[in-house]
Structures are given as C-alpha cells and as structure tokens.
C-alpha cells in the first residue's frame, strides 16, 4: 500500500562512482571529498563592468567512494560546500566530457548537501577523469 508522501516524490537511487557513464544525467552519490583545485577565478573587485562582473569560480575538486573517484566541477557556492575531507550529497548530478575525460557536475536542478562523514575509504586508483573518451558520430 502507497502512501500518499511516497507517491508525491521518488525516493532518490544512489549510485556509486564506478556506475557513472558519459552523457547520463541524474544521479545521486554520496562522496568524500579528496581535494580541490580552484581554475578559474574572475570578477575581481576593479574588473569594471556592471552586473555581469560577478565573481565566478570554478574549482576541479576529485570526489570519490569506494567503487572509484572522478573529478567534479563545482561552480561559484559549491566551491564553499567541497572541501577536502568533507562528505557529500551530491543531488542530480550529470557528466560532462572535458578534454575528453569525465567530469561530473550539478547544475541549478540539482545541489550538494555537506553530510556526516562516511564510513567507507576512498578507491582513488580507479579515477573516471583519467580516462579518455572520443567523441563518435553514429550514422543514423
């Protein structure tokens, strides 16, 4: 018997790392954070220019569980919530293909919640960002 809560809103799926493939979109991990490399920093007070100089940060922060670890982009706030040795919710995350590597990311329709520590030991000799993909065009 469903209950009315149940009905409203679907109970997330977690996935782990190892699970991740390029082009999906969705997914909801729990992670520790192993480092973070800010990339970009732009927007600096004295850059001149209207609403359109606000701050933009961008950081490759490598994420991972006990399956794998792969390289997150986090953008402006979410660089606050990714510090080294936290752990993660990450909400509605997709994979993007940088450089032809994986990276994951959330964008407005997802977040990231900071959460208890977890338990389990990061598997970082299994990295999805260090492997390399092509781009395929398939003949329809």
């Known amino acids: 018997m469903a209950t009315a809560a149940a009905a409203g809103k679907r109970k ?19 992670a ?13 007070a004295g850059s001149g220019g209207g609403p359109a100089a606000r701050p933009t940060r961008i950081a490759e922060c490598l994420v991972g569980d006990e399956t794998g670890c792969i390289l997150f982009t986090a953008r402006n706030e979410q660089v606050d919530l990714l510090k080294p040795g936290s752990t993660v919710i990450i909400r509605n995350a997709k994979i993007d293909i940088f450089k032809g590597s994986m990276r994951l990311a959330v ?14 030991n990061v598997k970082e000799d299994n990295n999805l960002s260090l492997v390399e993909y092509e781009l395929v065009n398939v003949e329809g």
């Open 12 to 30: 997330p799926v977690f996935v782990k790392v190892d699970q991740l493939m390029p082009g999906t979109a969705g997914h909801t991990l729990v």
């Open 32 to 44: 520790k954070v192993l480092s973070s490399n800010t990339v970009v920093q732009k927007g600096r």
């Open 107 to 120: 964008d407005r329709w997802g977040r990231i919640e900071v959460t208890e520590p977890a338990s389990f």
